[in-house]
């Protein structure tokens, strides 16, 4: 190349090439002082060129950094680049520049056509060395370590870390005196790059000699545009490869025959968070909202930072005081004098913060890394940006509901009664069966009924990939989810699969989907015979009805599918239930439990055979507990399922307890049989507190279980035991300490020899019971002004809610 440009070099020496860090503050200012004082007549930007039509956008007042440029392949909207630009990088200070001052600005990188078709060669390259390692063993050694250069300019110094060195040179850099050279900054660090280069080659980046084969090129063409009269932004790394004196012929040489993909290129909000990710112009930084900071204080940036700080900790209740910022301040500027620093950094304004403001714990320290060291900020673009329809019809649907995208993770609660809410649930739930995993349902902090649901959402810039690959199924959200669904019904091969597709369709709004996805579950639901694959159908078709009766769908065809599969579980799951293992025995209790709660929906939603179907399962339930030939976990909880909905009695489920421990039965089967009547449903520690006849039987069989058998058996009881709350497991333990009660007592405070433990009484004292009734009665809203007494609707009432 003629006229070889040089870092840092006026406009009469060339180009000047300005080499930065990506996301570096100090440089991002460097870089706008330097462009004042040279005022090209065109600036050279790496990046992706098909975003030069893209670049007027940045100057829209509604274009908020941090955004990205976004480049996918249009046939596979997966395959996707993102180039993150924040407010302080280097990048986005030229392109402002130069639109503010009318000057040309072009990105010179290779282009993402190029790039994304590359990167998915490696990656079937290396995944043919993954499948056939013996082929290519011995043709070359192991990848080279592609190598830091910012790390080893910092070793180089005797730091031993690369930020704090960067900060130090570089953001922390300033001038005594006059205003000192704009220009100079760059020349040392190409020199510094130039030695590097000189050292390790490539560095690790074999793809870079094409990038900057590409760039030489472009850099060439606009020389002869502009008269030499060009600025280049590009990384430091790059600097001495434009340098270099190469010929024209052996750039296009490097540039022959490189695949090629159709590409499109769009603008997206990108957030502080994702600007450490190592695509590309991630550069690992691990504090950009402490970048950020430095870049837009004017002056005094610990001063203004330790105030921030200050903020946020009162806002979480936390005492700081003007004293607290004061002495943190000094505290910070200390040990940047004992560590030998020119100015107070990151980690001395940290170890200030923990010292002063948090007492020492980092417990409110991570508070302020994840909210001002890392922050939470996401940016925002123009609507004039470029976006596949089914984006644009979901901002637009994000708007009217107002669900604005956050990058901050925030929980919501609806409530389905509510036009607004009902169509917020829609929307979160259509995008989950497209893929776009903006919410996730979690279990809601108050009601727990059908008519409310909470959510959890979280907006990641990779979601707008997400979206554009799910515009193959449609240009709108309800469009594109109904083929979508449609798609994963005929696809689907597992009854339990197309089941929970259906529970989907109807908490989504999907009414065209359901037919195809009717027609699938009753052609699998027909084909399966496997009980297992019908007892995994089943709740979710019982959760789906009752869903429908909430968001009033049509769901006959649903009741009548799921009442078939509840009659053919009645009938095929006690074989089932027979020869099993102790881990197939555990996955069928579970089924056993889906069912039951299954069966209790479906009796409401199909009132016609609510009694049949209810009966038949008892039936089903009392053969489970009654044979010995079914798995002792699968016993108990059937026996525990019964005496839980009042059809087994404390004497008959006593009995058979005796029976599943007596001496007879293997320690093992005895220990499964308590894990299934004791174990995981809740109140299974309350039921042997309240009944000691049930404890006691635990306690004996316990106390004979012969010592090289009790190691056997330790693991199932822990397991079931350790999942009572700690007062629960502290009163069994209390019990079993006193011992039996004496006299027959069955309460909680007989003791033995007739006496009772402290904080009980001997009888139930009635007036101190009938004390609780008025606040029982205002609580059930039963009437408080009858000066009669209570009729037997009242103490039925009140009876329930034992």
């Known amino acids: 190349m003629t006229g ?62 941090p955004v990205a440029l976004l480049a996918h392949a249009v046939d596979d909207p ?36 190029h790039s994304l078709a590359m990167a998915e060669k490696e990656e079937r390259e290396r995944e043919a060395e993954r499948r056939s390692p013996g082929e290519r063993a011995g043709e070359a050694g192991p990848a080279p370590v592609p190598v830091d250069p910012i790390g080893v300019l910092a070793e180089t110094a ?36 130039t030695a590097l280069r000189e050292v390790y080659g490539d560095g690790g980046h074999p793809r870079d000699a094409v990038r900057e084969a590409y760039m030489r090129v472009q850099l060439r063409t606009a020389r002869k545009e502009f008269d030499d009269d060009v600025a280049v932004v590009c990384g430091a790394w790059h600097v001495p490869a434009l340098e270099a004196r190469t010929t024209l012929a052996a750039d296009r040489a490097l540039l022959k025959g490189l695949p090629k993909v159709k590409t499109e290129l769009t603008w997206v909000p990108w957030t502080h968070q994702r600007l450490a990710r190592h695509s590309g112009y991630g550069a690992g930084i691990d504090s950009p909202g402490w970048y950020a900071h430095l870049f837009a204080s004017p002056d005094r940036p610990v001063e203004r930072w330790m105030t921030k700080v200050a903020g946020l900790l009162r806002d979480e209740d936390r005492f700081v005081s003007s004293a607290h910022v004061i002495e943190a301040v000094r505290l910070a500027g200390t040990l940047a004098a004992m560590r030998g620093r020119p100015l107070a950094g990151l980690s001395e304004a940290t170890d200030a913060v923990r010292a002063v403001m948090c007492e020492g714990s980092d417990v409110p320290l991570a508070l302020v890394r994840d909210r001002l060291i890392v922050g939470g900020t996401l940016g925002e673009v123009p609507d004039t940006a470029p976006a596949v329809p089914l984006q644009r ?50 279990e809601g902090r108050g009601s727990t009924g059908t008519f409310r649901e909470s959510w959890r ?64 579950l009753a052609d699998r639901a027909a084909l399966d015979t496997d009980v297992g694959h019908l007892a995994d159908a089943l709740p979710s078709l019982a959760r789906a009805l009752r869903y429908g009766d909430v968001r009033s769908t049509d769901t006959a065809a649903l009741g009548e599918v799921a009442a078939g599969l509840a009659e053919r579980i009645c009938v095929g799951l006690p074989p089932a239930c027979t020869g099993l293992d102790d881990e197939g025995a555990g996955a069928l209790r579970r ?114 279980v012969a010592p090289d058998t ?46 009772t433990a402290p904080g009980f009484g001997p009888v139930l004292d009635g007036a101190r019971a009938d004390a609780v009734l008025p606040v029982l009665r205002l609580l059930l809203g039963l009437d408080l002004d009858r000066k009669a007494a209570p009729t037997e609707n009242d103490d039925q009432a009140l009876g329930a809610t034992g």
Not at 57 to 63: R, S, T
Not at 82 to 111: C, M, Q, T
Not at 162 to 179: L, S, T
Request: net charge negative; proline share 7%; glycine share 12%.
């Open 4 to 65: 070889t440009p040089r870092p840092g070099t006026p406009r009469s020496g060339g180009p000047l090439l300005l080499g930065v860090r990506h996301h570096g503050p100090g440089s991002a200012r460097a870089v706008g002082a330097a462009l004042e004082a040279a005022r090209p007549g065109a600036v050279l930007i790496e990046g992706p060129p098909e975003g030069d039509a893209l670049l007027p956008l940045a100057a829209d007042e509604q274009m908020r950094p």
């Open 78 to 113: 997966g395959r996707a680049a993102f180039w993150p630009l924040a407010g302080f990088s280097p990048e986005w200070i030229a392109i402002r520049w130069a639109l503010a001052h009318d000057v040309p600005v072009r990105f010179i990188d290779l282009p993402a056509a």
């Open 158 to 193: 005797g730091y031993d870390d690369p930020e704090r060195w960067w900060e130090d040179v570089v953001e922390h850099r300033a001038h005594d005196g006059g205003p000192g050279d704009p220009l100079a900054a760059f020349a040392a660090l190409g020199e510094a790059m």
């Open 393 to 442: 019809d979901l901002t637009r649907r994000q708007r009217t509901l107002r669900l604005k995208p956050e990058a901050s993770e925030r929980d919501i609660e609806l409530d389905l009664r509510k036009d607004t809410d009902a169509a917020r649930s829609r929307l979160l739930h259509r995008l989950r069966i497209l893929g776009v995993g903006w919410g996730e349902p979690t």
């Open 457 to 520: 959402l979280r907006w990641e810039p990779e979601l707008y990939v997400r979206v554009a690959e799910a515009g193959i199924w449609g240009t709108t959200v309800l469009s594109a989810a109904t083929a979508r669904a449609e798609s994963d019904a005929l696809s689907a091969t597992a009854l339990a699969d197309v089941t929970a597709l259906a529970e989907r369709c109807l908490l989504a709004g999907l009414p065209d989907a359901l037919p195809v996805v009717m027609r699938m």
């Open 591 to 704: 089924q056993v439990d889906g069912v039951h709660t299954a069966v209790g929906l479906l009796a409401g939603a199909v009132p016609a055979n609510a009694d049949g179907l209810r009966e038949r399962w008892r039936a089903v339930l009392r053969k489970l507990a009654a044979r010995d030939t079914v798995a002792g976990v699968i016993r108990g909880r059937a026996a525990r399922l019964l005496l839980d909905d009042g059809h087994l009695g404390q004497d008959d489920a006593a009995r058979l307890m005796g029976l599943a421990l007596s001496p007879g039965t293997p320690p093992a089967d005895a220990a499964a049989w308590i894990e299934g009547f004791v174990g995981g449903a809740a109140g299974g520690g309350m039921l042997l507190i309240h009944d000691e006849r049930l404890l006691a039987l635990v306690d004996a069989w316990l106390s004979g």
């Open 710 to 755: 009790f190691t056997d058996v330790l693991p199932l009881l822990r397991r079931t035991f350790s999942a009572y709350e700690p007062g629960v497991r502290r009163t069994l333990g209390e019990l079993v300490r006193r011992g039996p009660a004496a006299g027959g007592g069955t309460g909680a405070g007989a003791v033995p020899g007739g006496t």
